[in-house]
Nanobody, 126 residues
């Protein structure tokens, strides 16, 4: 049984930092391209960052230079380090895993199995 669990969200002041984690079990982690998505109230879900199976990273323009996506295959964990947070970064954040997938820019995508975390809230106060 596959489980994908996110952690690390919360409330932070503008200019602060948070690190989100996404730990998966029940799958072969190396097989997956992975990404972080977010959805703010009243807005569509958007890709934030993606990391390929080989470790190549891609970022949305709005977060480039502030966010860093990484993966630790030995720990079955995906991360995103978020620095210089802005109120506009407030959203529900989701991790997504695409089996044998790829990064279409900042969006993880594929045509095989995919799994999503339950979502975690990030709130940045001004």
């Amino acid at each position: 049984q596959v489980q994908v669990v996110e952690s690390g969200g919360g409330l932070v002041q503008a200019g602060g930092s948070l690190r989100l984690s996404c730990t998966a079990s029940g799958l072969t982690f190396d097989d997956y391209a992975m990404g972080w998505f977010r959805q703010a109230p009243g807005k569509e879900r958007e890709g934030v960052a993606c990391i390929s199976r080989s470790g190549t990273t891609y970022y949305a323009y709005s977060v480039k230079g502030r966010f860093t996506i990484s993966r630790d295959n030995a720990k079955n964990t995906l991360y995103v380090q978020m620095n210089s947070l802005e109120p506009e970064d407030t959203a529900m954040y989701y991790c997504a895993l695409e089996r044998f997938g790829y990064c279409s820019g900042e969006t993880a995508t594929g045509y095989r199995d995919n799994y999503w975390g339950q979502g975690i809230q990030v709130t940045v106060s001004s």
